[in-house]
């Protein structure tokens, strides 16, 4: 199980504020360095820089035995625990274009006791890099803070993007303020985040998965060593950010295109390069938290009804099949896999945005939906779930991937490019119905003595399809099961409600207490209503 990444929106009660990175010989040159250098940061000397150079150090860095970044004074580090840590605040006047020209100023993550690897900054103009130097001064802390025990130049653990200079509309139509919102962070081993559209963090992304829940063989995170920031122009629609890649097992250049608007749309292209044999590679790996939600909550765990940043994976496939997986929140860590070839699409989902089915003032009701939009050719493999155990809010227990068919072996080299959609729904929605519950109760019928070993099972679906059903006509419920037997199926629209809500209805008997594949959609004539439910039901 990952420990949360500490959440960075200032309307998240997690909140994490901090900043600051990198290690160099000082200089100021060009536009960039002297503006920079004026208002006060630190940078080294200029350097080319290109995309293709950079793949090429990747390369060239697999061939090589690995070395982890420095960690400075771990024993400081240690003292900069969770308390000390939000003391520590980057001073927005000091942002990387806090005077332009970019609309996006940056600032930067301390060091700490979570973050301990500096991570090497750059920005970049016109083709030439100067690293960006760590300096003390950059940051508001306590002057007993155990922050200022570190040496010069000890680095920086990420980054941010603020809001735009000229403010970016908020959920209620005013600007919002730069120096106090961001819109993504980048922070911890290669994992980075984005506000959705409801301006609310929540669940993570990461540039590559190490081995999730490979038995005994404990996970690798590779790390972010290095990253170059790419000077916007003033009326920029886009930021660009370089990064690379290094780990045991592994090496990469990665390209971030991103742009701010309804939600955040990253653009994503990466090189990778096996050192190592690699058992489960997990390319586009997302990271969130269930804990539990309508379909299944142990009795007075928590006052709240649902507590979880994502409720569901959901799935395009090659074929063009739309399907939802309601997560669990197993006894024991599972992996699930969706064979496909080329798939359309995949993501960790937040569909349940009624306040009261929360009840609390994180906001789960607003955490962004993260839709992946393959491009190009993927190939074969399979869409991986993988769901851990967890009694509490505070751990990252899912993680959904694509795992590629071929073995995953020292010396190969893989290209992706795919887009993040981080929004409130999916990008693409289809005119289906969609699951927008799961609920699990005793089988049988009311009024009579209820069967052992039978579980009820309540579904229900929304959407445009089921619209213009006429009345008195139901549609048919279409279902299998690795094993068991079906009974008491039916389906009704759902009382007093909207049109196109439907609720499927039906119980399933089965022995001993190994796993059921269980799947499920509507269907009118030859006509599919609704997406593909698939669901993993443990018997008890």
């Known amino acids: 199980m990952q420990p949360r990444q500490p959440t960075t929106s200032l309307i998240d009660r997690r909140t994490l504020l901090a900043g600051a990175a990198g290690t160099a010989a000082l200089a100021a040159v060009g536009f960039s360095g002297t503006a920079l250098a004026q208002q006060g ?72 006791r979570y973050f301990q690897k500096p991570v090497r900054m750059h920005v970049l103009d016109d083709g030439k890099a100067r690293e960006i130097v760590y ?162 909550k142990a009795t007075m765990v928590d006052w709240r009804p649902e507590v979880h940043d994502s409720d569901g994976l959901a799935l395009w496939t090659g074929s063009g099949e739309r399907a939802w997986r309601p997560l ?65 809010e505070i751990h990252d227990n899912i993680v959904a991937m694509w795992v590629p068919e071929a073995p995953a072996k020292a010396g190969n080299s893989y290209n992706f490019r795919y887009r993040l959609h981080w929004l409130a729904d999916e990008p693409f929605p289809p005119t289906l119905g969609r699951v927008v519950a799961t609920r699990l109760g005793n089988g049988g019928q009311p009024g009579t003595a209820r069967p052992k070993g039978v579980r009820k099972f309540m579904l229900e679906f929304r959407g445009p399809a089921l619209e213009d059903i006429p009345f008195g006509i139901k549609p048919e419920v279409v279902l299998s099961a690795s094993r068991g037997t079906f009974s008491y199926i039916f389906a009704e629209a759902v009382p007093n409600d909207i049109p196109g809500h439907w609720r499927a209805q039906f119980d399933l008997t089965v022995d001993g207490t190994d796993p059921v594949e269980m799947r499920c959609f509507l269907r009118g004539g030859d006509k599919v209503l609704t997406e593909t439910w698939l669901y993993q039901y443990w018997p008890a």
């Open 135 to 296: 300096d003390e001064s950059y940051f508001e802390m306590p002057a007993n803070s155990p922050a200022k025990q570190l040496p010069p130049g000890a680095g920086f653990a990420g980054f941010r993007f603020q809001e735009s200079r000229s403010g970016h509309p908020g959920r209620k139509g005013q600007k919002l303020d730069w120096q106090k919102n961001d819109w993504v962070a980048f922070l911890g081993a290669s994992y980075f985040r984005a506000i959705g559209e409801l301006y609310q963090y929540g669940l993570s992304a990461r540039g590559l998965a190490i081995d999730p829940a490979v038995g005994d063989r404990p996970e690798e995170f590779p790390d972010f060593t290095h990253v170059w920031l790419e000077t916007p122009g003033e009326a920029a629609e886009h930021v660009v950010v370089y990064a690379l890649l290094s780990g045991p097992s592994v090496s990469g250049a990665f390209r971030f295109r991103m742009h701010r608007g309804k939600g955040v749309d990253m653009e994503i292209e990466q090189e990778l390069h096996l050192r190592k044999d690699v058992a489960r590679l997990g390319i586009a790996p997302l990271t969130s938290m269930y804990w539990y939600s309508e379909t299944g």
């Open 328 to 392: 669990n929140n197993p006894q024991r860590t599972v992996a699930s896999s969706f064979v496909d070839d080329n798939p359309r699409g995949f993501g960790l989902m937040q569909r349940d945005r009624a306040f009261d089915h929360y009840m609390d003032g994180v906001y789960y009701e607003r955490r962004p939906s993260l839709w992946i939009e393959t491009l190009g050719q993927w190939g074969k493999g399979a869409v991986q779930l993988i769901e851990i155990p967890t009694d509490d």
């Open 41 to 112: 940061l630190k940078l080294g000397t200029a350097e080319a820089f290109s995309f293709d150079g950079l793949k090429a150090r990747a390369r060239d860095l697999a061939t090589k035995p690995y070395e982890a970044p420095p960690n400075p004074k771990p024993d400081v580090l240690e003292k900069i625990d969770y308390d000390a840590h939000g003391k520590i605040k980057f001073k927005p006047e000091l942002a990387l274009w806090a005077n332009g020209p970019s609309p996006w100023p940056v600032t930067f993550f301390h060091l700490g």
